[in-house]
């Protein structure tokens, strides 16, 4: 058992970097390709992840406990804008039976 | 208080979880293979509670529902910041009390709205 | 056994993250996206973040994921309601994204010092030595999260309140 763990804590973080810029940008794919806005929205929830996990790897890495504070503050600004967000959603829906964002052009001037 | 914990120590959680979800696949596929199968309308037909369904799972639901799932997210990611508070308690005496009040005061006060406006009434 | 567990969790997260994009029922990407957590929350326990693989738990996969897939509930999504984009424009979001992609790669071989091993392994992640650095270097922005908070629940309140005119 001790040795597998002394396995895992020689990947280096190269590796953590490549995992979130991949997730980072499979959310960026997402809220491309996707006219769902709830699916938009789990996308940006994606992005999210990817920069909590990139800080949460380099916290670890430098033995410093400010990147998992930071993480917390994400977590905390994420629970807000999807607590909002997806009022907005919902109130879209309300008024317009649709949450198609293409929908949504007409919010243009 | 040790002076290190590793991802090892996570081990016997792993096992645990590994034994829970075995068992329920294993009962699953064994209630599956061994128990009789008579399939008949009425035994096919989705149980609820011995009323005749109507309709499907996704029926939409009221919006009073989603505004109390939105506030319980609010609230649960408050009290995330009072566990690191709760460890520390003794150790930052007055001040660490005060900042928490700051806190928290600021939070009763939408709670307050929260009720003035009528948003948990139900009905 | 080399590793293996990091790149076995790595390529789950990946995979369940492609899944939750392409999906074409989204409760589906809802469910993909609460895996997609949960492998997020191994590679936290593996990073010797342990109040964050709690925290992560709670607030996302408890709170965050459900508060979704009620608001799915509430707009009752029937099978296969999305309409699509257009081929063309899919296959270019798929070029654009991955342009993104070697962009962050190119810069990440441009910068030295990647290749350092080794995950400290000391008690940083754990919940006190985490509350010591929060209220002592943090506290502001700790203090304005509760404004934060605030005003999402007066925003939430106010767009999702019926009004009883």
Known sequence: METIVQNIQ???????????????????????????????????????????LLLAAFSAFRGDPAGQIF??????????????????????????????????????? | MESNFLPSDYFPIVLQLLAAIGFVGLTMLATHLVGPKRKTKDKLETFECGIEQQGDARAPI??????????????????????PWAVNFREMGMQGLMEMFVFIGLLLAGFVYIIKKGALDWE | MNQSVFYLL??????????????????????????????ITCHYVL??????????????MGAI???????????????????????LLKFAAVIAAGLLLVTIFAALKKTDGGQITGIASNNIGLVKELGKTLFRDFLLPFEIISILLLSAMVGAVLLAKRDTK
């Open chain 1, 10 to 52: 020689t990947v280096p973080l190269n590796n953590y970097i490549i995992l979130s810029s991949v997730l980072f940008v499979i959310g960026v794919l997402g809220v491309m390709i996707r006219r769902n806005a709830i699916i938009v929205f789990m996308s940006i929830e994606l992005m999210l992840n990817a920069v909590n």
């Open chain 1, 71 to 109: 993480v917390f503050f994400i977590m905390a600004v994420a629970a807000a804008e999807v607590a909002v967000g997806l009022a907005i959603i919902v109130m879209i829906f309300r008024n317009t039976r649709s949450i198609d964002i293409n929908f949504l052009n007409r919010l243009k001037g």
């Open chain 2, 62 to 83: 009221s919006i009073k529902y989603f505004l109390v799932a939105i506030l319980f997210v609010l609230f649960d990611v408050e009290v995330i910041f009072m566990y």
């Open chain 3, 10 to 39: 790595s390529f789950m997260t990946v995979l369940f993250a492609l899944l939750v994009v392409f999906s074409k029922n989204p409760i589906h990407s809802a469910l993909y996206m609460v895996l997609t957590f949960f492998t």
């Open chain 3, 47 to 60: 990073l010797n973040a342990q109040f964050l693989a709690i925290v992560n738990f709670i607030v996302y």
């Open chain 3, 65 to 87: 994921m459900v508060l979704i897939l009620f608001a799915m509930m509430f707009l009752n999504l029937g099978k296969d309601t999305e309409p699509q984009k257009p081929v």
